[in-house]
């Protein structure tokens, strides 16, 4: 599943105390966090900028995702891998806050409409259980309706449950994947504190309906 992350441009430099970070996210959000240290040259330059930039963009578990850094030193210090860390671990908390801050929910108008239901007809696993359900469905074509269980709804042979788990499978009566010698006799039912449930199997979809029967 594709994650969706937010945008963000760095910059670093030095200054008089130490070095900055700047981020500016894509809303246009910017926040700089800065880390006092004194600066030395480095010893070794091979692969600088690519080495700082490297551990700058390592934002993996947070909301943002790098698109550029711009490496703006005076000139190449030694930045030891522990302060770009710091540098980058205050300055994404500090957006992340900053995001929160500034967010302004979008209030959006709900307006009634009369589009088509799917079908004219529904039952009780459409649970409509007042008047404003009833009316909804009313809106959108609806001409014939069912209560919910809790209602008072039909619950005669109802379909209470569709599951994968098959009882024939787990028996070893199952005709997709067994030889069978003897079928059990059908219908099929559970028993369960005086109440009788029937089993109704799809075999093509692999599926089996648990209904119920009021006696």
């Known amino acids: 599943t594709s994650v969706r992350k937010i945008a963000i441009q760095m ?15 894509e809303d246009g959000i910017v926040i700089n966090e800065t880390f006092a240290c004194e600066k030395q040259p480095a010893s070794s330059t091979e692969n600088y900028e690519q080495k700082i930039t490297q551990q700058l963009t390592k934002t993996g578990g947070t909301l943002f995702e790098a698109e550029k850094v711009e490496i703006s030193l005076s000139q190449k210090y030694f930045l030891p891998i522990s302060v770009l860390n710091t540098l980058r671990r205050n300055a994404i908390e500090k957006l992340t806050i900053r995001r929160i801050e500034l967010f302004r929910p979008q209030d959006v108008i709900f307006t009634p409409n009369d589009e088509p239901y799917i079908q004219q007809d529904v039952d ?17 074509g609806v001409t014939k309706w069912s209560q919910g269980f809790e209602h008072g709804g039909d619950i005669k042979n109802a379909d209470l449950m569709t599951t994968k788990y098959c009882i024939k499978y787990q028996l070893g009566q199952c005709p997709k994947y067994f030889r069978q010698e003897k079928e059990f006799e059908k219908p099929l039912y559970l028993h369960n504190n005086g109440k009788r449930f029937r089993l ?16």
């Not at 109704?200 to 006696?215: A, N, R, T």
Request: hydrophobic residues 35%.
């Open 11 to 25: 910059r670093l430099q030095d200054n008089e105390h130490g070095f900055d970070l700047q981020i500016t996210d």
């Open 124 to 140: 009780y696993k459409e649970n409509i259980l007042n008047k404003a359900a009833v009316q909804f469905y009313k809106r959108h």
């Open 200 to 215: 109704v199997f799809d075999c093509k979809k692999c599926e089996m309906k648990i209904s119920m029967l009021v006696y």
